[in-house]
Structures are given as structure tokens and as C-alpha cells.
């Protein structure tokens, strides 16, 4: 279970520093208004979402399994954290998160961490499509300005106040809103470089300061920004604490559980390498114990901080712990301009944050699937959204054990399944590894891992969507993929349409019997082509070469 940095410096190159010096920077400065946004709608003050960020960000990227994993607060958590604190107050929330910590511990030393991948993607999709309406929910109030004291923390009841205080809009806010949104939206045809999400809440601050408009700001409802870390302070456990407290700690490990390893499979597929599940767990735990300590809230891994993390280049820890020094030196010396930005400008951060989590095109895709699917994603995300996400997460649990088991005696490939469920300290040494092969020039691989863990391919095929500058040839390895179900097909097809809009030639690898069979049942094996469906990774390089013209030049 040794951390991943503790074999970064084996062959480390000054190469290797600069392309994860300048990605942790880059990846730093798309973390600061995300940090700010994600800490404020918890319901906690913004300086306690940097401090989640820089403490949680270094120790899960110093400790963690994963060689690009980004850690700090997410929007999956602002939902759970937000109802802890209405509920038991800031107190509550920092021992559930201690106590979320211990039993991520507990789950890492106890190798559990390679058995969560394994929980099926409607849980999964009907979490954080859950999560993603209840966001977008919170933040009418800041985009329209109204007025309104108390939001109530129900679903409905919180539309029905909406209405009830129409209006009272703030068309500055709403303008500052709009004007946010559009820029964030098409900032990226101009460069991917600098986040949409800085460059439309410094316009926006500027705006407002300058022209000294109406609008509510950071400052204006939180009072003036720390600008430092906090010193540590003890909390005071007993046993009436634990078991009042025990299910918001259950549900927030589960979450942080699932967020981080999704995260890291995501990455393990975009660099063709194998992280360690229980180790990542236990560097997830260690931030969830110590964080809180200092002020902050539950830490998980990124997922597009962690694609942000490698598209500019970062391939090892060190990259994450740039990311944490520099919001750091950005809190430091900068910290207390963060009063200025208006309320209306995060509002609209947090609306794209809640557009990207929600996932509708899998979720549309995924009502296509068996009805044994349709039921778990209509519950879990019905559950989220109008009881309460503690509710959700067990219910949804209790019916991920049962799909799991229904589609396990489905599949027969038992040599797949027991080696995903080591971690990759127990692997032999993969000859096949992408690492060992010779990748030319516009060629990407992307490798699935698991029977079902295709929310990995989605999140991929979201990933891809933001490159700059995309690649010729995309190769999709499916040789640890002994079964496929109609969601999985359905991506499959999202993954090939998005691919020819760009101009990417597509290649399949290493692909099993079942699947194929599915594949030409469903007549995606006919679009794709006979010729791109290639039975090893060696056929798949080969044939990348031969469409990209190298095997003439050779000759």
C-alpha cells in the first residue's frame, strides 16, 4: 500500500517536473473558483473551500494510489453537507467527517477499495443527477437576487418560495448571471488554457466594483475573507455523538468512496496505467480526519480537476502538490479580494457544475436499458432529490448488492473479475501494458476495466470533448471487459458519433466474445468497421499506423 509518490522519484526527470509544475498550475487556478463556489453552497465560508482544497488536495496527492488524482471539495458534497449542517450545525459536520474518515481508513486496510468499482453505474448516475437538480436548485436565489431570508431545505418547498418572491429580481444580478454563463460557455472556443469559470468571475468583479452595482457580493454576506490557515482544534467525540452522527458519516464515506475511485479509473483509462484502489482510499481517509481539524469539509477526488490535471501534461503526484502550493500562495497574498466577487457570477459557476454533473445524455441512455436498471436510477435519483441524500446513498446500496449479484450470475469470465478485485501491488507485471508499447504520434488509448464499469467510458468520452487539440486515432482497449450491457452499448455508440464529429478514427482492442456478439447484434460493429475491431493492442497500434499513413512512409 505504499503511496504512488513514494515511486515518482525513481526516474524523475527535470522533463517530467516542468510538465507537472505548469499542469499544477494550471489545474490550481481552475480549482480556486470551484473551491470558493463548492465551500459557500455547503453552506460553510468560502476561505473553509480553499482550505479543503489546498490541505486535502497536498495529503491526497502526497499519500494517495492514484499517480494524477486531484482531491478537494466537490459539488457531490455540497448536497450531504449542506443538510448536515442545517441539521446538527458545523460541530456535527466536522466529527461526521472525521468519523467518515476513520471508516474510509477502515475500508482501505480492509481492502475494500477494488469492490467498490464494482457498484453498478444507475446508483451511481442517479446520485449525482440527483445532486445536480438539487444544486441548480440552490442557487435561483443568487442568480435572480431575490430576497429572500430563509430557503427552505425541501425540493418543493424551496420552488414554491421561489415563485412566491419573483418579484423581487434583481435584473443586475441577473445580468452579471447571464453574462457569466455565456462567457463560460463559449470562453473554451477561444482557449482551454485559462477556466471560463476565473476569467467570467473576474470580468464580472470588476464590473460590479468598478460601475458599484447592487448586487450582493462574498463580502457583503460573509463579512471579510480570511486569508490564512487556521490553527488546528480538537474536536470532542463520545458515544451519543458517534450514533447520532453514524449515518451522515456512513453516507458521506460511501460518496467520497465512489467519487475518488470513479476519479482514478477515469484517469487510469486517459494514461494507460493501474492505480491503487485501497491505497487511494486510505490517503482519502487521512484527509477526512485531518481536514476538518483545520475548518474544512469533506475532501474527494476531482474528476475534472483530475482531466484538467492530465491534459496539461501532469503524469505524477507532484503535479497535485504544485496544485495545493499554488492555492495556497493565492490565498496568501490574494485571499481577500474573494470579497469582491459577486454572488450572482458563483451562482453561475455553480449552474455549469450542476450541468456537467447531471449527466443527462447517460441518463436518457440508461432508460433504455432493462427495467431492473430503469427502477435502481429512477430510485436513487428520486430519493436524492425529494427525501434526503443520507436516504438515497443507503437505499441505493441495498440495490446496487442486488443488481450486482443478479448481473454477476450472468457473467462467467471469473479470471476478470478476481483480478480486478486485487490491487494492482498484487498484479504481476502486464507485458500488454500500454506503457510498454510505442505509440505514435496522434494515436490515444483509453482502456475500460471491469464488466460494468462503464461510467469510466462516459466520463471519458465527457473528458474528450474538451481537448484542444484532438487526437487521429482514439483506441478503446476492452480486453478486462467480459460483458456488456445495452448501457455500455449505448455509450459505446455516444463514445463512436462524438469521434466521428471530430474526425477520429475509432479502434477497438482486445474485445471478448459477448461483447462483440452485443456489438454486431445492436449493428454498432457494422459502423464501426470489421477492419478497426482488432483482437490485441499490437493489431490496434498496427492498424492506428496504417490509417495514419506511417506503414507508406515506411516503405
Given at each position: 500500500?505504499?503511496?504512488?509518490?513514494?515511486?515518482?522519484?525513481?526516474?524523475?526527470?527535470?522533463?517530467?517536473?516542468?510538465?507537472?509544475?505548469?499542469?499544477?498550475?494550471?489545474?490550481?487556478?481552475?480549482a480556486?473558483?470551484?473551491?470558493?463556489?463548492?465551500?459557500?453552497?455547503?453552506?460553510?465560508?468560502?476561505?473553509?473551500?480553499?482550505?479543503?482544497a489546498?490541505?486535502?488536495?497536498?495529503?491526497?496527492?502526497?499519500?494517495?494510489?492514484?499517480?494524477?488524482?486531484?482531491?478537494?471539495?466537490?459539488?457531490?458534497?455540497?448536497?450531504?453537507?449542506?443538510?448536515?449542517?442545517?441539521?446538527?450545525?458545523?460541530?456535527?459536520?466536522?466529527?461526521?467527517?472525521?468519523?467518515?474518515?476513520?471508516?474510509?481508513?477502515?475500508?482501505?486496510?480492509?481492502?475494500?477499495?477494488?469492490?467498490?468499482?464494482?457498484?453498478?453505474?444507475?446508483?451511481?448516475?442517479?446520485?449525482?443527477?440527483?445532486?445536480?437538480?438539487?444544486?441548480?436548485?440552490?442557487?435561483?436565489?443568487?442568480?435572480?437576487?431575490?430576497?429572500?431570508?430563509?430557503?427552505?431545505?425541501?425540493?418543493?418547498?424551496?420552488?414554491?418560495?421561489?415563485?412566491?418572491?419573483?418579484?423581487?429580481?434583481?435584473?443586475?444580478?441577473?445580468?452579471?448571471?447571464?453574462?457569466?454563463?455565456?462567457?463560460?460557455?463559449?470562453?473554451?472556443?477561444?482557449?482551454?488554457?485559462?477556466?471560463?469559470?476565473?476569467?467570467?468571475?473576474?470580468?464580472?468583479?470588476?464590473?460590479?466594483?468598478?460601475?458599484?452595482?447592487?448586487?450582493?457580493?462574498?463580502?457583503?454576506r460573509?463579512?471579510?475573507?480570511?486569508?490564512?490557515?487556521?490553527?488546528?482544534?480538537?474536536?470532542?467525540?463520545n458515544?451519543?455523538?458517534?450514533?447520532?452522527l453514524?449515518?451522515?458519516a456512513?453516507?458521506?464515506?460511501?460518496?467520497?468512496?465512489?467519487?475518488?475511485?470513479?476519479?482514478?479509473?477515469?484517469?487510469?483509462?486517459?494514461?494507460?496505467?493501474k492505480?491503487?484502489?485501497?491505497t487511494?482510499?486510505?490517503?482519502?481517509?487521512?484527509?477526512?480526519?485531518?481536514?476538518?481539524?483545520?475548518?474544512?469539509?469533506?475532501?474527494?477526488?476531482?474528476?475534472?480537476?483530475?482531466?484538467?490535471?492530465?491534459?496539461?501534461?501532469?503524469?505524477?503526484?507532484?503535479?497535485g502538490?504544485?496544485?495545493?502550493?499554488?492555492?495556497?500562495?493565492?490565498?496568501?497574498?490574494?485571499?481577500s479580494?474573494?470579497?469582491?466577487?459577486?454572488?450572482?457570477?458563483?451562482?453561475?459557476?455553480?449552474?455549469?457544475?450542476?450541468?456537467?454533473?447531471?449527466?443527462?445524455?447517460?441518463f436518457?441512455?440508461i432508460?433504455?436499458?432493462p427495467?431492473?436498471?430503469?427502477?435502481?436510477?429512477?430510485?436513487?435519483?428520486?430519493?436524492?432529490?425529494?427525501?434526503?441524500?443520507?436516504?438515497?446513498?443507503?437505499?441505493?446500496?441495498?440495490?446496487?448488492v442486488f443488481?450486482?449479484?443478479?448481473?454477476?450470475?450472468?457473467?462467467?469470465?471469473?479470471?476478470?473479475?478476481?483480478?480486478?478485485?486485487?490491487?494492482?501491488?498484487?498484479?504481476i507485471?502486464?507485458?500488454?501494458?500500454?506503457?510498454?508499447?510505442s505509440?505514435?504520434e496522434?494515436?490515444?488509448?483509453?482502456?475500460?476495466?471491469?464488466?460494468?464499469?462503464?461510467?469510466?467510458?462516459?466520463?471519458?468520452?465527457?473528458?474528450?470533448?474538451?481537448?484542444?487539440?484532438?487526437?487521429?486515432?482514439?483506441?478503446?482497449?476492452?480486453?478486462?471487459?467480459?460483458?456488456?450491457?445495452?448501457?455500455?452499448?449505448?455509450?459505446?455508440?455516444?463514445?463512436?458519433?462524438?469521434?466521428?464529429?471530430?474526425?477520429?478514427?475509432?479502434?477497438?482492442?482486445?474485445?471478448?466474445?459477448?461483447?462483440?456478439?452485443?456489438?454486431?447484434?445492436?449493428?454498432?460493429l457494422?459502423?464501426?468497421?470489421?477492419?478497426?475491431?482488432?483482437?490485441?493492442?499490437?493489431?490496434?497500434?498496427?492498424?492506428?499506423?496504417?490509417?495514419?499513413?506511417?506503414?507508406?512512409?515506411?516503405?
Open positions: 500500500m505504499l503511496p504512488e509518490l513514494f515511486s515518482t522519484f525513481k526516474n524523475y526527470t527535470k522533463e517530467k517536473f516542468l510538465k507537472d509544475l505548469s499542469a499544477g498550475i494550471i489545474v490550481g487556478i481552475v480556486l473558483p470551484l473551491a470558493i463556489a463548492f465551500g459557500i453552497a455547503s453552506g460553510v465560508s468560502p476561505e473553509k473551500g480553499l482550505i479543503t489546498i490541505i486535502g488536495g497536498f495529503i491526497v496527492s502526497a499519500f494517495g494510489g492514484s499517480k494524477v488524482q486531484i482531491g478537494g471539495p466537490t459539488g457531490a458534497f455540497i448536497v450531504i453537507v449542506y443538510g448536515i449542517i442545517q441539521t446538527y450545525g458545523l460541530t456535527g459536520l466536522t466529527i461526521a467527517t472525521v468519523m467518515a474518515g476513520v471508516l474510509l481508513l477502515i475500508m482501505g486496510f480492509a481492502r475494500f477499495g477494488s469492490v467498490i468499482k464494482f457498484i453498478p453505474y444507475p446508483v451511481t448516475v442517479g446520485f449525482t443527477s440527483g445532486i445536480a437538480l438539487t444544486i441548480f436548485s440552490t442557487q435561483i436565489k443568487d442568480i435572480f437576487g431575490l430576497k429572500i431570508e430563509n430557503v427552505p431545505s425541501e425540493f418543493f418547498e424551496k420552488w414554491q418560495v421561489y415563485f412566491h418572491y419573483l418579484s423581487s429580481i434583481n435584473y443586475y444580478s441577473l445580468t452579471i448571471s447571464v453574462f457569466s454563463l455565456l462567457t463560460m460557455i463559449f470562453w473554451p472556443k477561444i482557449t482551454h488554457k485559462i477556466p471560463g469559470s476565473l476569467v467570467a468571475i473576474i470580468i464580472s468583479t470588476v464590473i460590479v466594483y468598478y460601475f458599484k452595482l447592487p448586487v450582493e457580493t462574498i463580502g457583503s460573509f463579512g471579510e475573507i480570511s486569508s490564512s490557515i487556521p490553527e488546528p482544534h480538537m474536536i470532542d467525540i458515544f451519543n455523538t458517534i450514533r447520532n453514524l449515518q451522515p456512513i453516507a458521506i464515506a460511501l460518496l467520497a468512496a465512489i467519487e475518488s475511485l470513479l476519479s482514478a479509473v477515469v484517469a487510469d483509462g486517459m494514461i494507460g496505467s492505480h491503487k484502489s485501497d487511494e482510499l486510505i490517503a482519502q481517509g487521512a484527509a477526512n480526519i485531518i481536514v476538518p481539524l483545520f475548518g474544512g469539509i469533506p475532501v474527494t477526488g476531482a474528476i475534472a480537476r483530475t482531466a484538467t490535471n492530465i491534459k496539461n501534461g501532469g503524469r505524477t503526484p507532484v503535479s502538490i504544485v496544485h495545493a502550493m499554488t492555492l495556497l500562495l493565492v490565498m496568501l497574498f490574494f485571499g479580494l474573494a470579497g469582491l466577487i459577486p454572488m450572482a457570477s458563483l451562482g453561475a459557476v455553480l449552474v455549469i457544475v450542476s450541468y456537467n454533473m447531471s449527466e443527462w445524455k447517460t436518457r441512455a432508460l433504455k436499458s427495467m431492473s436498471d430503469v427502477a435502481v436510477l429512477l430510485t436513487t435519483f428520486g430519493l436524492t432529490v425529494v427525501f434526503d441524500l443520507v436516504i438515497a446513498i443507503e437505499v441505493g446500496m441495498v440495490l446496487a443488481l450486482f449479484m443478479r448481473r454477476m450470475a450472468a457473467v462467467t469470465n471469473v479470471g476478470v473479475i478476481t483480478r480486478e478485485l486485487k490491487d494492482s501491488e498484487e498484479q507485471i502486464d507485458p500488454m501494458a500500454i506503457d510498454k508499447k505509440i505514435p496522434g494515436v490515444e488509448v483509453f482502456e475500460i476495466n471491469g464488466p460494468f464499469f462503464f461510467g469510466a467510458a462516459e466520463k471519458f468520452k465527457e473528458a474528450m470533448q474538451d481537448i484542444e487539440f484532438p487526437p487521429k486515432v482514439r483506441i478503446i482497449r476492452m480486453r478486462s471487459v467480459p460483458a456488456i450491457d445495452a448501457t455500455g452499448i449505448n455509450i459505446l455508440k455516444d463514445v463512436y458519433k462524438d469521434s466521428q464529429k471530430h474526425k477520429i478514427h475509432l479502434i477497438l482492442s482486445g474485445v471478448h466474445a459477448q461483447p462483440l456478439f452485443a456489438l454486431q447484434k445492436d449493428g454498432l457494422d459502423l464501426i468497421g470489421e477492419d478497426n475491431v482488432c483482437g490485441n493492442i499490437d493489431l490496434a497500434l498496427e492498424r492506428s499506423r496504417t490509417v495514419l499513413g506511417l506503414d507508406n512512409e515506411k516503405k
